[in-house]
């Protein structure tokens, strides 16, 4: 199993850190190495703060191996308020269901279980409705 | 740059090929391209191939299909762009025969997704996403789609029926296409109650993926006998463009911005506009792509994609016909291979021997594929030389 690397992105699926460019002070999730606004290195972490709107969201009725347990399960994108844009599972969802322009938040739920090897649990990032009122 | 022409076509009906092995696969439509081609002998082989190391256990593909085929030392190449492989493959071809690096070049394109029961094919064509930032969250190529496709019918007031337009065109293509995997027309009240996958994507919106091998031969002038037989196609244009590979790190997830690109740059080198092809060999992958790679290439206005196929301007007696052998959701979708056989069946056009479908007067073709949603997009313009 791939823990080195489920090790090495704990701190962006726990925490949703990404960067903020030293350069032109735009603000990147997932972090990357090049700054997407003004071409800089981008290398100075900064946590979001896991507030954003679904700009576009589909329900996998089709889950592949080691996520059927939440079959069917909502995936979004989410624009961030900071600017970003992440794709994210959706949890906590009423009979009200999903619609675009919904607010939503970061919370962190288990992503994965592999079946295979002891069955790792991945825990990760999910965003759910924002509780009316709580902005 | 040296002109660059297509000397040998072959292919192998696109379907499920319990019996054939992936190497034997590709021999077929290597060879059936080789037979065409009066002698010609390639001095480099370009694979096309996404899922082997995978789905077979087995790499190093441009050596073993060399070996198999029986053309000894010769040099090898393996291109991976995603479902876009086939066409990156035949792009480097190109590049090889235009810069006067060898005389003549075999593409192949193959895929062997039957190796494998069970949902790992779904998840090794994820690895073609982001794999730490889209394919973690249990995002497969159909989630994409339905991501892409909703937020389409959100932005332009699409009803999700209309797409259903696109598979039914090319079902009816497909019919006279024997080497198609569906050749069976479907209604729209088909359509219409067909299974969520990714919902709004639904299963009639997704091409079947599916065991293939296409393979085209590329000469110089030089190398072309005199009184040569097959009717000879040009390649005019071949561009490769790359967008930012995750959905989430794009200004404007609709644009398609490679698929635009890339259509400008083929089209430039031609030195023609878009408008001025006889038919349109898209990716329609997902029906939402087929709207989004009509759109972007500029045949419909963004949004309206759907609302002139159903007046009838894509279908085969149409202003521009698209995939006129049913595409990949009718041929079938051979991945890897996928872009090959999309530029042989512009090529049995342009050489007027496209059978029932036949677009009259054939005379250039604008070739695309796609990998997911334009994260490469792979664009050529073929021309028969009269
Ligand atoms: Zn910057």
Redo the contacts between chains.
């Keep these: 199993m791939e823990v080195p690397r489920h090790w090495r992105l704990k701190q962006q699926r726990y925490a949703l850190v990404g960067e903020v460019c030293p350069h032109c002070e735009g603000k990147i999730f997932p972090p990357r190495d090049v700054c997407p606004h003004c071409g800089g290195e981008a290398k100075t972490p900064y946590t979001f703060s896991g507030k954003g709107t679904v700009y576009s969201y589909t329900i996998m009725h089709d889950a592949p191996a080691g996520y059927d347990e939440n079959v069917p399960y909502t995936v979004a994108l989410v624009k961030l308020e900071e600017g970003p844009m992440v794709t994210a599972q959706l949890t906590d969802l009423d009979e009200q269901g999903v619609q675009i322009g919904m607010p939503v938040e970061m919370v962190t739920r288990r992503i994965r279980q592999d079946g295979d090897e002891r069955g790792l649990l991945v825990y990760g990032y999910k965003f759910r409705p924002m509780i009316a009122g709580a902005r | 740059m040296r002109d660059v022409f297509i000397t040998g076509i072959g292919q192998v009906p696109v379907g499920e090929h319990w019996e054939v092995s992936l190497r034997s696969l590709a021999a077929r439509a290597m060879l059936a391209a080789l037979h065409q081609a009066e002698g010609l002998r390639p001095q480099a082989l370009f694979v096309g191939n996404l899922l082997a190391p995978v789905l077979s256990h087995q790499a190093n593909l441009a050596a073993l299909l060399i070996d198999n085929a029986g053309l000894d030392g010769i040099e090898g190449h393996l291109v991976e762009a995603g479902e876009a492989s086939g066409a990156a493959a035949l792009h480097s071809a190109f590049l090889a025969i235009a810069s006067g690096w060898v005389e003549s070049a075999l593409v192949v394109g193959v895929e062997k997704v039957t190796d494998y029961i069970?949902?790992?094919v779904?998840?090794a064509l994820?690895e073609t996403e982001?794999a730490?930032?889209?394919t973690?969250?249990?995002?497969?190529l159909?989630?994409l789609?339905?991501?892409?496709?909703?937020?389409y019918l959100?932005e332009y007031g699409v009803e999700r029926q209309a797409l259903g337009v696109f598979p039914t065109l090319m079902h009816a293509n497909a019919v006279h296409n024997p080497n198609a995997m569906f050749r069976k027309a479907i209604r729209r009240e088909a359509y219409a109650k067909a299974?969520?996958?990714?919902?709004?994507?639904n299963l009639f919106d997704m091409a079947p993926y599916a065991d293939g091998a296409a393979a085209v031969l590329l000469s110089s002038r030089a190398a072309i006998p005199a009184g040569f037989a097959q009717p000879l196609v040009r390649i005019s244009g071949s561009a490769l463009v790359t967008d930012?590979l995750?959905?989430?790190?794009r200004a404007d997830?609709l644009a398609f911005d490679a698929a635009r690109l890339s259509v400008e740059r083929a089209c430039r080198m031609a030195g023609i506009l878009p408008g001025e092809v006889n038919l349109f060999e898209l990716s329609d992958t997902f029906s939402i792509y087929a709207a989004l790679s009509l759109e972007a290439a500029g045949f419909a206005p963004t949004g309206r994609a759907a609302q002139l196929a159903e007046q009838g301007e894509f279908a085969l007696n149409g202003r521009m016909p698209i995939n006129t052998l049913g595409g990949m959701k009718a041929r079938g979708n051979p991945i890897g291979a996928a872009g090959v056989y999309q530029v042989l069946e512009a090529v049995l056009q342009l050489r007027g021997q496209a059978g029932a479908n036949q677009i009259a007067h054939a005379q250039r073709a604008l070739v695309q594929m796609l990998a997911g949603p334009a994260s490469t997009a792979v664009t050529h313009v073929l021309e028969r030389v009269s």
């Design positions: 069970g949902s790992g779904e998840l994820a982001d730490d930032y889209e973690a969250q249990g995002l497969t159909s989630g789609a339905g991501l892409v496709m909703q937020r959100h299974e969520m996958i990714s919902d709004p994507v930012r995750a959905l989430h790190d997830p």
